[in-house]
């Protein structure tokens, strides 16, 4: 079975100051792995995903992830952030095969001026 | 622009009230996901279909919840009958099984706000 942890339930930061929210998984076989967002009153939707090939992934909106199999890590980091980004975070991990995705708790990103 | 739609956006009801969510996946995506969200337990997945066809709701109380898939552009949860342990926010989602899995790209709806009192 598979299983994500976020190490961080909430992550204060300032605005124009760089963000890393992590992600550890674990699984008995390869994965594939996703980080989405959630803004208030609004479903979920993809920021980026690792299927296979480079283990530097980009997303939208400037942020990237980078997948990390001897730590079972894939955290989510931007370099210089927006109050906009203001919202919640969640990692996602998916085995080959398989069409669930199960996800972490969850972090809020709490961007202030 | 293709969007995920549910209904009600926000249900209040009384406990013993039986409750039907429904969903508009988009159109050409084959799988669709029930999510229920809480602030104690996160993203639980309780429910969810390939090609209208049920593959696993081992996450959702059997006694009480039911969900199905009339036709390819509707998708129904009910609770009946519905408890207060019951309010939280429903997601429902859809996506593009693959042979292999799926490519994980999953869109959401806006989610139904269920309070049960």
């Known amino acids: 079975a598979q299983s994500v942890t976020q190490l961080d339930s909430q992550v204060p930061v300032f605005e124009e100051a760089p963000v890393e929210l992590r992600c550890n998984y674990s699984?008995?076989?390869?994965?594939?792995l996703f980080w989405y967002v959630q803004y208030p009153n609004q479903g979920l939707q993809l920021l980026l995903k690792?299927?296979?090939?480079?283990?530097l992934v980009k997303g939208i909106n400037g942020f990237e992830a980078e997948f990390n199999k001897s730590q079972t890590s894939f955290h989510l980091r931007k370099p210089s952030v927006h109050i906009s980004d203001t919202a919640e975070y969640f990692c996602?991990?998916?085995?080959?095969?398989?069409?669930?995705?199960?996800f972490g708790k969850g972090t809020m990103l709490l961007v202030s001026p | 622009d293709a969007r995920v739609t549910q209904t009600p956006r926000h249900k209040v009801t009384e406990m013993g009230q039986e409750v039907t969510m429904r969903c508009q996946p988009i159109?050409?995506?084959?799988?669709v996901f029930w999510y229920r969200q809480t602030m104690m337990q996160g993203l639980e997945l309780l429910a969810y279909?390939?090609?209208?066809?049920?593959?696993?709701d081992s996450g959702m109380p059997k006694d009480r919840f039911s969900a199905e898939m009339p036709d390819a552009t509707l998708a129904t949860l009910k609770i009946q009958p519905s408890e207060p342990r019951d309010s939280a926010v429903y997601f429902c989602?859809?996506?593009?099984?693959?042979?292999?899995?799926?490519?994980?790209?999953?869109?959401f709806g806006e989610g139904s706000r269920l309070t049960v009192l």
């Open positions: 989602a859809s996506g593009i099984g693959l042979a292999g899995g799926t490519t994980g790209e999953l869109f």
């Open positions: 699984s008995s076989v390869s994965v594939y």
């Open positions: 690792y299927l296979s090939g480079s283990t």
């Open positions: 996602a991990v998916s085995e080959p095969g398989y069409s669930t995705l199960t």
């Open positions: 159109l050409g995506h084959n799988t």
């Open positions: 279909f390939r090609n209208r066809a049920p593959l696993d």
